[in-house]
């Protein structure tokens, strides 16, 4: 039975890299789709050479749009894929639009859907990627958890418990995988940075999309370079709007294009503390032991913040937990999750196969 693996954006590559992997030591059939979501060399070729990705089967090109035309651009892309090939599973990760559009296809096709990163929830229904998470677990046959938290939420809705595994994180796979790559010296060299820095990524539309909110936010990331060093790899979203509010007007504030992984995580490694309003970053961060200031009311990874280096902060109080932050310095020792130990892509990939069996 073929294994149809959808990704389409930045976060879905490393979450997909230790998966393909291990399904192929088993000698399981697979293709993989790339819709297309993200399209910038930064922001997906860049992937695919640093992580050993498979060159896509197929490429759906559907690129930007709005939320219901990229959605659908991917449906009826994927529509076809799935007709011509007739997979015996679809494997869908995190929760982008391309995660919720193929679950959708897949389920009306009557093929079984593994979404990778299951039952994360923020409970927060403004955030577009809670929307996709609930569709996305509702319709998926395995639901492939990277954390208890998860389990319960899965759970508290009424998921069949047969379908639901606790298996680890397979982001973290690719991390523990890459992290002798991970050069902070040569990033502080690159960026001429010294022993302190700060490393922040911005991207969700709750800080960058609302001007009121991007002023709010370039305030705070001033406050922030006006203590230490700043390097900014800015996502394309909201490059534009932070711009007009002033973002890049700081000689401490260095704004860069996004980076390929292995030099992000190498200048993450190195740095003081990061700012962040990402979903993986505060899954690497904790990994790698680095003080994490998420920028959001909520996370739908709270292990990060009980087994991890995360906290939430306002974008009032950023400056002051950054002052607290530097002054304390990084700790010798934290906690991690519970198998977040660089063998998720095995256990899926032994849940998969077992399923094909069945
Ligand atoms: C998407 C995900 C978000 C994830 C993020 C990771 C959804 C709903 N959101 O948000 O959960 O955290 O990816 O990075 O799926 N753009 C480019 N080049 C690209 C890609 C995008 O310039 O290669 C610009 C376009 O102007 C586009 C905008 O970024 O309109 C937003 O892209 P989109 O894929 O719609 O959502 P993201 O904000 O990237
Ligand atoms: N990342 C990267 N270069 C950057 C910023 C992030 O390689 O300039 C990586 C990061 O290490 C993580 C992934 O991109 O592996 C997270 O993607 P993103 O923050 O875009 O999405 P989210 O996790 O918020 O959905």
């Known amino acids: 039975d073929l294994v149809l693996h959808v990704t389409g954006a930045r976060p879905n590559f490393p979450k997909a890299a230790p998966v393909i992997r291990a399904l192929a030591d088993l000698g399981v059939p697979q293709e993989l789709i790339h819709t297309g979501q993200h399209y910038d060399e930064k922001m997906s070729d860049v992937f695919f050479r640093e992580l050993g990705l498979p060159k896509p089967d197929v490429n759906l090109g559907v690129g930007s749009g709005s939320h219901a035309g990229q959605t659908a651009a991917i449906m009826t892309g994927l529509e076809e894929i799935f007709l011509s090939r007739n997979p015996g599973m679809v494997v869908v990760y995190g929760d982008v639009n391309s995660t919720v559009a193929a679950a959708l296809v897949a389920s009306k096709l009557q093929i079984p859907v593994a979404h990778v990163e299951a039952g994360l929830r923020s409970f927060d229904m403004s955030m577009p990627e809670e929307i996709n998470r609930l569709v996305t677990d509702r319709l998926s046959n395995l639901l492939l958890a990277t954390s208890p938290d998860a389990i319960a939420h899965l759970g508290n809705e009424g998921t069949d418990p047969d379908k639901i595994h606790l298996v680890g994180n397979p982001m973290i796979d690719t991390l523990l995988a890459n992290v002798d790559r991970f050069d902070a010296d040569r990033a502080r060299t690159e960026y001429d940075l010294g022993d302190r820095y700060i490393v922040a990524t911005l991207h969700r539309p709750g800080n960058v999309d609302d001007p009121a909110d991007a002023a709010a936010l370039v305030k705070a990331m001033h406050a922030v370079a006006d203590q230490a060093e700043i390097v900014l790899p800015l996502h394309p979203r909201g490059r534009a709007r932070l711009e007009a509010a002033g973002l890049f007007d700081h000689p401490?504030?260095?704004?860069?294009?996004?980076?390929?992984?292995?030099?992000?995580?190498?200048?993450?490694?190195?740095?003081?503390?990061?700012?962040?309003?990402?979903?993986?970053?505060?899954?690497?961060?904790?990994?790698?032991?680095?003080?994490?200031?998420?920028?959001?009311?909520?996370?739908?990874?709270?292990?990060?913040?009980?087994?991890?280096?995360?906290?939430?902060?306002?974008?009032?109080?950023?400056?002051?937990?950054?002052?607290?932050?530097?002054?304390?310095?990084?700790?010798?020792?934290?906690p991690t999750p519970p198998l977040w130990d660089g063998h998720a892509g095995e256990r899926i990939a032994a849940v998969i196969k077992q399923y094909l069996r069945d």
């Open 252 to 334: 401490k504030l260095k704004v860069i294009d996004p980076l390929g992984y292995v030099e992000f995580l190498g200048l993450v490694r190195g740095a003081s503390a990061v700012v962040t309003d990402s979903g993986g970053v505060q899954e690497e961060t904790t990994m790698l032991g680095v003080p994490c200031l998420t920028l959001r009311p909520n996370t739908e990874r709270p292990v990060t913040i009980t087994h991890g280096t995360n906290r939430l902060v306002t974008r009032e109080a950023l400056p002051q937990v950054v002052a607290d932050v530097l002054a304390a310095g990084r700790s010798e020792t934290w």
